[in-house]
């Protein structure tokens, strides 16, 4: 059946990469802007050097390893349909790992019964979505259902295989979640009295995280990414280190229960608990009961949604576990079964379905960014979104990121008003700043002259439809109209450009 699922996962991502095709004119887009951060990161690298812009480190990328996968093709045309092509790797090894986990547990049941099941996981595991990513999570889903296949081995009483051990190691080096899938293998090797095998585990898993953060602390930077930093809130609490992890915390579930995603993981937890009170063998007890706190520890400090690529790898982990613990234990029919994985696989689908839709916002605002600063500007520039901007950027052309992935100052400044704002740029020599004024406390600041805004069509999935040109203090205002007017020509029908002064005041 592993081969099934393999075939299946490929005919929906060939269906998606023809529709994101049509859409854009025969432009292939990610779903998203950060993929070519990593890119613009791997570029750098190749050179020696750690950060989006030369002479200034940074440390824009939340995985470790993932940036180094990209890194030997750097200065390959093709390097941008790297990401694409390892997802597609990564992704279709986890559909068949899938199948053949649906395989062991399912019993000599009738095929389509196994497929079934098998399908909806891969719906619930997000695989075709995350293709079109073009991040480190497709990498992360292989781990995860490389941990949860040790997992339902450890439930079926057998030793966890050494291969997902290694699973487990290499995961918090793609991603920091995945520390909570070693949490739960550390608790099924203690339920099969392995205390030993659980603390080298734990040990092996940190290593390369805190050389890592040993290497960030060497060049001046925090010990854990910006990106995570950023992303996390951190910088935005204040007082002591416990009362900043509380707010972090508070912040988390605070943003995750508006997201129907974290109702979904959160009925997952509760089938886990009924399943743990109900179980009284030591080692499945412990599989489960270690499976429970993975999902607990994302429900708590993780984040939810983006196209849905942060809690799903706890998403998959948690439900094959589940499902073969029901099966094993319940003798569950595998109908029902299928039936019941649907619900946490609903936010699933609409991912699936707005992956073109993402994509088609990718090149009809982030990737025209970058035409216009690559062949019209050419100068400094302050944006929002780095990804594009930087990536395959003209020598020498710095790209000031205000809201601080690349840019270590701009990370920590909490109140970022008008002041800040020119203070940054004049000091940068950012003569032009492409963002949305919305994301600022008191929009853009009033000596700033708004030269067009840029909108796209159809729905925005990930991004805001319009953003805005400004002069800044150091811009050439007669010049960068004159561009900006020479680039609205090129833009694709879709895109709209409104000119001058009045152009804030067009309805989003």
């Known amino acids: 059946?592993?081969?099934?699922?393999?075939?299946?996962?490929?005919?929906?991502?060939?269906?998606?990469?023809?529709?994101?095709?049509?859409?854009?004119?025969?432009?292939?887009?990610?779903?998203?802007?950060?993929?070519?951060?990593?890119?613009?990161?791997?570029?750098?690298l190749v050179h020696g050097h750690y950060g989006i812009n030369p002479g200034e480190v940074s440390s824009p990328s939340s995985s470790i390893v993932w940036p180094l996968l990209l890194t030997p093709f750097a200065a390959r045309r093709w390097n941008e349909y790297l990401p694409l092509?390892?997802?597609?790797?990564?992704?279709?090894?986890?559909?068949?790992?899938?199948?053949?986990?649906?395989?062991?547990?399912?019993?000599p049941q009738a095929w389509?019964?196994?497929?079934?099941?098998?399908?909806?996981?891969m719906l619930v595991a997000n695989l075709a979505g995350l293709t079109f990513v073009g991040m480190e999570h497709g990498l992360q889903m292989l781990l995860a259902v490389a941990c949860a296949a040790g997992m339902v081995e450890a439930f079926a009483g057998r030793r966890?295989?050494?291969?997902?051990?290694?699973?487990?190691?290499?995961?918090?080096?793609?991603?920091?979640?995945?520390?909570?899938?070693?949490?739960?293998?550390?608790?099924?090797?203690?339920?099969?009295?392995r205390v030993r095998a659980a603390a080298g585990l734990v040990g092996a898993s940190l290593?390369?995280?805190?050389?890592?953060?040993?290497?960030?602390?060497?060049?001046?930077?925090?010990?854990?990414?910006?990106?995570?930093?950023?992303?996390?809130?951190?910088?935005?609490?204040?007082?002591?280190?416990?009362?900043?992890?509380?707010?972090?915390?508070?912040?988390?579930?605070?943003?995750?229960?508006?997201?129907?995603?974290?109702?979904?993981?959160?009925?997952?937890?509760?089938?886990l608990l009924s399943l743990v009170l109900s179980e009284r063998r030591r080692?499945?007890?412990c599989v489960l009961g270690g499976t429970l706190l993975a999902v607990l520890l994302q429900l708590a400090i993780g984040r939810f949604n983006w196209l849905h690529r942060y809690e799903v790898y706890a998403m998959i982990f948690a439900a094959l576990v589940a499902a073969a613990a029901l099966r094993q234990s319940t003798r569950l029919r595998l109908g029902f079964l299928a039936a019941g994985l649907l619900a946490p696989g609903a936010p699933y689908v609409r991912a699936l379905w707005d992956t073109p839709a993402a994509a088609s916002n990718i090149y009809q605002q982030q990737y025209q960014m970058h035409r216009f600063v690559a062949d019209y500007y050419r100068g400094t520039v302050a944006v929002n979104d780095i990804g594009w901007v930087s990536y395959r950027r003209p020598r020498g052309l710095y790209v000031l990121d205000l809201w601080g992935l690349a840019s270590p100052e701009a990370s920590r400044q909490t109140v970022k008003d008008g002041d800040w704002m020119d203070a940054i740029t004049r000091a940068h020599g950012a003569g032009l700043a492409i963002i949305y004024p919305d994301w600022y406390e008191e929009g853009a600041p009033d000596d700033w002259d708004p030269l067009a805004t840029m909108c796209f069509g159809g729905r925005a999935i990930i991004s805001r439809?319009?953003?805005?040109?400004?002069?800044?203090?150091?811009?050439?205002?007669?010049?960068?109209?004159?561009?900006?007017?020479?680039?609205?020509?090129?833009?694709?029908?879709?895109?709209?450009?409104?000119?001058?002064?009045?152009?804030?005041?067009?309805d989003e």
């Open 85 to 107: 092509g390892l997802n597609v790797l990564f992704c279709g090894m986890a559909a068949w790992l899938i199948g053949r986990i649906v395989d062991g547990w399912a019993g």
């Open 207 to 271: 290593v390369v995280p805190v050389a890592f953060s040993v290497f960030l602390v060497s060049l001046g930077l925090p010990a854990l990414p910006i990106s995570v930093l950023v992303k996390s809130s951190v910088y935005m609490q204040e007082g002591s280190p416990l009362m900043t992890a509380l707010g972090t915390v508070l912040l988390a579930l605070h943003v995750g229960m508006r997201e129907v995603a974290w109702w979904d993981l959160l009925l997952v937890a509760g089938l």
């Open 160 to 193: 966890i295989p050494a291969w997902c051990l290694c699973a487990a190691v290499l995961g918090p080096m793609v991603r920091y979640e995945n520390f909570a899938l070693v949490a739960a293998l550390a608790v099924a090797l203690y339920g099969q009295r």
């Open 1 to 44: 059946m592993a081969p099934a699922c393999v075939a299946l996962y490929l005919a929906v991502v060939a269906g998606l990469l023809i529709a994101i095709l049509q859409r854009d004119h025969g432009v292939f887009t990610y779903t998203l802007d950060d993929p070519y951060i990593h890119l613009a990161l791997a570029e750098n």
């Open 112 to 121: 389509r019964g196994r497929f079934a099941v098998a399908a909806v996981l």
């Open 283 to 285: 080692v499945q007890r």
């Open 465 to 506: 439809r319009c953003v805005v040109f400004y002069s800044t203090e150091a811009g050439d205002k007669a010049l960068l109209t004159a561009e900006i007017a020479a680039f609205a020509r090129t833009l694709p029908a879709e895109v709209k450009m409104t000119l001058g002064r009045d152009s804030t005041d067009v």
